[in-house]
């Protein structure tokens, strides 16, 4: 589902987050008045600090004060975003002076692009991360608990049984509580949902806003969703022009559902135009190339944060 820039920005952000505080982890250390520009990935934040990882996999822990210049890269000079953006798994350019340990960023430059892939990536790891802390917990607990029952076990010889018992059941909760926090990162469409074009148009028709109205409020009922927008274009014209139009068309999807309905970016999961490719139907005929100029959002759901969602069957989202 993720695209091949999704998939190696997040094997360099799992990576990072594992490594980063290993012993033999190659840390930086920016003279006091030196002056630096740095490229990487951001591999770990907390609060106004982050952590950079460069190409020769060297760390440097840098100081993104309120006064620090944070903008996306642009013909006219970018938009201005806050330090808050800088989300790991983010590739970016940093300029900015040593102050004897940290590098303290006076200017911080990245891709929209690549603002979107970090956002979407950290939406997936944050949940990751939190289930993992649940887990510890809930085994910690429940070992108490067993503990505790094979205690009650060996004081009370009338009552072996019944305390083995108990002890299973805690067990089964132990698995119970596995088998829910190993789904959480699975995601299933709920359902697909199909908006059409005019001819050589972008533009969202009144009926395809009502459609994807429907979808924003579907989404916006869940826990754990992410979005999946696709466009596509029907066989007429230029191959290459086709594939920009029907990219076109995705973009024009995700930003009424952002701004229409404030969806986060982090929860659009994939976005790309196929162009021609795909189609659903006839290129030949006038019905057939109406089906195909089309953009198609699917609604994908976590299996764990969602455990009363109907996963609708593969025919019925086509």
Do not use: C, W
């Not at 939190?130 to 910690?140: I, P, T, Y």
């Amino acid at each position: 589902m993720f695209s091949k820039k999704i998939l190696t920005s997040l094997a360099i952000l799992v990576f990072g987050i594992s490594t980063v505080f290993a012993q033999d982890a190659q840390v930086r250390n920016v003279q006091s008045g030196q002056k630096m520009k740095l490229k990487g990935v951001v591999i770990a934040k907390d609060n106004e600090k982050i952590v950079v990882r460069d190409a020769n996999g060297i760390d440097t822990n840098v100081l993104v004060n309120p006064n620090a210049s944070v903008k996306t890269k642009g013909t006219f000079g970018g938009d201005t975003v806050p330090a808050t953006s800088l989300v790991r798994g983010l590739n970016l350019e940093i300029e900015g002076v040593g102050d004897g340990t940290n590098l303290v960023a006076s200017k911080v430059r990245f891709n929209k692009s690549d603002l979107r892939t970090a956002q979407a990536i950290e939406s997936r790891v944050n949940p990751v991360e939190g289930r993992m802390s649940q887990a510890e917990q809930n085994a910690e607990r429940l070992s108490g608990q067993i503990d505790e029952l094979m205690a009650v076990s060996n004081a009370a010889r009338g009552g072996a049984k019944s305390a083995q018992d108990s002890a299973d059941a805690a067990i089964a909760g132990v698995n119970a509580t596995n088998e829910r926090i190993s789904s959480l990162d699975d995601y299933v469409v709920q359902n697909t949902s199909t908006v059409t074009f005019k001819v050589g148009s972008a533009i969202l028709t009144e009926e395809a806003k009502v459609q994807l109205d429907q979808v924003a409020t579907a989404a916006l009922a869940l826990k754990g969703y992410t979005l999946e927008v696709t466009g596509f274009t029907d066989a007429t014209g230029n191959a290459k022009k086709n594939k920009v139009l029907s990219q076109k068309r995705a973009t024009a999807v995700i930003e009424y559902l952002v701004e229409t309905h404030n969806i986060p970016l982090r929860r659009i999961g994939t976005t790309y135009g196929f162009g021609a490719a795909q189609a659903v139907a006839d290129n030949t005929s006038v019905e057939g190339r109406t089906q195909n100029r089309r953009v198609e959002v699917k609604l994908l759901v976590s299996r764990g944060l969602n455990t009363n969602v109907e996963v609708k069957k593969a025919e019925e989202n086509k």
